[in-house]
Each structure stands twice: as structure tokens, then as C-alpha cells.
């Protein structure tokens, strides 16, 4: 919807003049409509029949090994991310713990990690006794820094763990080579990025070993699940023996290494439940491929339209992003001292035309207490010590950020059209915020 200098039009017809007060100084708020305004998942046609199916056909609800929906799933991730195995599991961290595991980390191995990302992309190397040294990020996508990667490597590092931010592919081929030339392991988390492409291949296949989360957010989702994804036959054995015992272990693991534990395995559960395995073989079937194309549809247009502003910057795309995929979350970025208003004023400014809009909640790993050496230990296990390092990409972007609703459908594009009505109210209006 285009922007006029005097006037500005919102879903439903009405118009609402420049020169009215803002909603924070007792204006009539752009957004009325009750929130929230977006909710995920939505109603999925079919899913509820799918469950019931499922269990009135005598589908188990307990499934010990590689059977029936488990391997159906299990295949169906595997040819599309372009791999030789996938283990399905009871979350997006444990496939992380499942992988750190699996490709052999010991105590006092260090990780090198990104710096912002979920905490849950780093804290299972806690509970490994990994020292952790966190990488700084690039201030526009959030994604981890390639050229520092490069320099942090030592003798000591075993292994990199990196996530697609919100949707966008880290850069591939830099991480590749640092992890090659070093001889050291690559985690993929690809949680945020469902079937994002960089240069026409999905993210997923490029770590030595790559995970998912199938977390209730997700665009896909089993309420809760993982995936883990990988070519190396003894990385797939290894989570077996992790969090697959008795018959899936049995089953699964060849290596005459492990032929005394292939019963217990190594002694934990980290299966998913049937019944969400179910969930997420209906939505890649029937709906999880059109959401995506909705998805980025919508969120171009949110984007184009607060571009137009003027003081919200254009969504970072770097050149060999194919496609953002899943595009888990929308935060746009705004440079604030050019206008000389703080972000929590703009926020309770927008809150106050009824938007949805919050500061993310994900600070920088150094700043989480979880990360402290001298406030919190996990068995005794060592951690690097963080304090005095500076990491000016992840504050410049993490200062930078809104946090709005990840539009998806048709359906939304009245409501997407009015925040960005309300953002040129607010900034028409900015002067009156200082």
C-alpha cells in the first residue's frame, strides 16, 4: 500500500491523517484489532485426521526401532537434504548433544561457536566438557564471521558449530575451506532455516554433521523433535548408541567396536514421540513447501514496505542466498542514532499504535550467565573464559533488531500492510519521541 505525505489509508478502509497524535500522547491507535496478531502453528487441514488415522489404525506410540513412520521420515528428511542418514530425536538439542557426541568430542576439546545464535546451539558442549571460544558474527545477517573463524582456529580445535540466522545461509564455502584446511568438524545447525538454499542447495548438507529443530515455532513442526542428518556412517552409529538403544541400536550399529554396547548403547532416550513423527511426515506431505513460498511473499512485501520508510534498512541478502527457506523469524534492522530516538522508546511508541513488536530476547552467548566460568559449572566441566573479549558485530546487530511477527499467509497482508502504516505514523511523528 503506498505512503502518502498527508494522509495514509489502513485495512478496512479507514484513513488516518499525518497530522493525528500518536497513539503513545493519546491518538487513536492505527491497529486496533486484539493480538495477537499472528500465531504458529495454524490450523492445518487434514493433520487432525492424520493423527486419528494413525492411532485408530493401531499405529504405535512406542516405537524401539527403525520402523514403520520413523523410517518412513527418517528417509524422506534424508533425500530431501541430500544425505545418507538421518536419526530422528526428541528435540533440536538433543540432535545437537547427539552430534557433538557423535563426532567424538572429549574434555578440554575446544569448539569454536558462534557467538549469537539460540543458547541450545552451544550449551550441550557444556555438559562435554568442550572448551567453548565464541566467534563474532556480521553485524547485518547475524551469521557467523568466516574471516575471524579463520583466525581463531589452534591446535587444539576439533570442531566449528554455526547456524543459518533466521533463515539466512551462513557463507558455505568460507566455513567449508577453514574446516577442510584444519581438519576439523563442522555442525550444522540449520534450526531456523528449513530448506533455505545457498547457491541452489539446502542448507543441511554441507557439516560433517547437521541438525534441526522441530520445535512448535518452526514452520516445521512436531510440537517438539529434531533431526540429525549426516554422511558418515560412524557419526550415524555413534547417536544410535547415544540415544537409540535395544532394538534400533541393535539394528542399526555394524562397527565391531561397539558390538559389547550395541544393546544398551550408551544408556539414554532421545527418541520422538511416534505421534509427532506422524505431524511432521503430514506437513512435509501436504503443506510445508507452499508455507515457504507464502512465507516469503509476505515477509518481501513487510520488508519492501518498512524499506520505504526510510529508516528501516533493507533485509540483508547476501548474493548466493537462493532462498531463506523457513525464514524462522522477522527482524528487521534500524540504525537508531541516525534518528536519535532509543529503541525502547520507538518500541512503546509502535506497542502504543497496537502493533506486536518486542526487542529480541536473544543476547550475545557471552553475556548469558550460563556462559560464566566463575557463576555456573556443569559437573565440573571447563569452560572458556570469555570476559574482556569484545564482539562488535553480535552487539551492532543484536542493538539494531526489532522483533515482529513472522507473517506467512495471504490472509495477512491487510495486517502486514497496517504495521507498516503504523511505522510511517510513528516516524512522521519521531520528532515528538525525543
Known sequence: MPFCADTFNVSGGKKYSMKSRLAIHGGKPVIQAPRPHFRWPPSVPGLTAALAEYVEAGGPLSIPGRDGIYAKLEDRLAALHDRRYALL???????????????????????ISTVYSFHATATPLLHLGALIHFCDVEPDTGNIDAGELASLVTPRTRAVVTNHMWGHPVDVEAVAAICRRNRIAWVEDCSHAHFAQYRGRTVG???????????????????EGGVLLTDSREIYERATLLGHSLKRSEECVEDLRWREIRRTGYGLKFRMHPLAAVMVDHLLEHHCFSWIQSRAKTLQRFSDGLAATGKVLPMARRPYVTSMGAHYGFKPRLDFQA???????????????????????????????????????????????????SFPGAEAYTASTLSLPTFTFPEDLPMVDAYVEA????????????
Not at 511505522?423 to 525525543?434: G, Q, S
Request: glycine fraction near 12%; avoid cysteine.
Open 339 to 389: 534518528f536519535g530516538v532509543s529503541r525502547e522508546t520507538l518500541v512503546k511508541a509502535l506497542q502504543a499504535e497496537g502493533l506486536e513488536v518486542e526487542i529480541p530476547g536473544s543476547p550475545p552467548f557471552h553475556r548469558l550467565p550460563i556462559f560464566d566460568p566463575e557463576r555456573f559449572r556443569i559437573g565440573g566441566f571447563q569452560k572458556k573464559d570469555h570476559r574482556g573479549r
Open 89 to 111: 530425536t526428541s528435540s533440536g538439542t538433543m540432535a545437537l548433544y547427539s552430534a557433538f557426541f557423535a563426532i567424538g568430542l572429549e574434555p578440554g576439546d575446544e569448539v
Open 423 to 434: 511505522f510511517h505514523k510513528v516516524f512522521h511523528h519521531i520528532e515528538e519521541l525525543k
Open 205 to 223: 548438507k554441507f557439516g560433517d554433521v547437521s541438525v534441526l529443530s522441530l520445535q512448535g515455532n518452526k514452520l516445521l513442526t512436531g510440537g
